[in-house]
C-alpha cells in the first residue's frame, strides 16, 4: 500500500522558515515526479514545487521562486520542501503527492498535508 506522509508543518512568524518532509512508501516512484502543493482556504490547490525521483529536475511555482527549495534524499525515500522568509499568504495546507502531470488531476498519491501558519 503507498503511503506519503508528510511533516513539519507549524507555526512561524513571517520571515521564519520551515522544512517539510515528505516519506514515500509502498512503491517505487522511480517514474514519477513529487510535488508539493498548497491550498489555503477557500483557495484551489496550487502546486508550490516538483522534483523528479530520476535525474533532480526541479520546478517552482512563482511564488515559491527564491525562497522555496525541493529536494530529494534517494535512500530514504523523503523529498523536502525548505521554506524560507515565509509570508502570511503562504498559510495552508501543505500536500505531497506523486504523479506524472504537474495538475491536481494528475497526482496518483496523495498525503493528507500538513498545515503551515505563518504570523505576520
Known amino acids: 500500500q503507498v503511503h506519503l506522509v508528510e511533516s513539519g508543518g507549524g507555526l512561524v512568524q513571517a520571515g521564519g522558515s520551515l522544512r517539510l518532509s515528505c516519506a514515500a512508501s509502498?512503491?517505487?516512484?522511480?517514474?514519477?515526479?513529487m510535488v508539493w502543493f498548497r491550498q489555503a482556504p477557500g483557495r484551489e490547490r496550487d502546486l508550490v514545487a516538483a522534483i523528479t525521483w530520476s535525474t533532480g529536475s526541479t520546478y517552482y511555482a512563482d511564488s515559491a521562486k527564491g525562497r522555496f527549495t525541493i529536494s530529494r534524499d534517494n535512500a530514504k525515500n523523503t523529498v523536502y520542501l525548505q521554506m524560507n522568509s515565509l509570508k502570511p499568504e503562504d498559510t495552508a495546507v501543505y500536500y505531497c503527492?506523486?504523479?506524472?502531470?504537474?495538475?491536481?488531476?494528475?497526482?496518483?498519491?496523495w498525503g493528507k498535508g500538513t498545515l503551515v501558519t505563518v504570523s505576520p
Open positions: 503527492a506523486a504523479g506524472q502531470e504537474l495538475v491536481p488531476e494528475g497526482m496518483a498519491y
Open positions: 509502498g512503491r517505487t516512484f522511480s517514474s514519477y515526479a
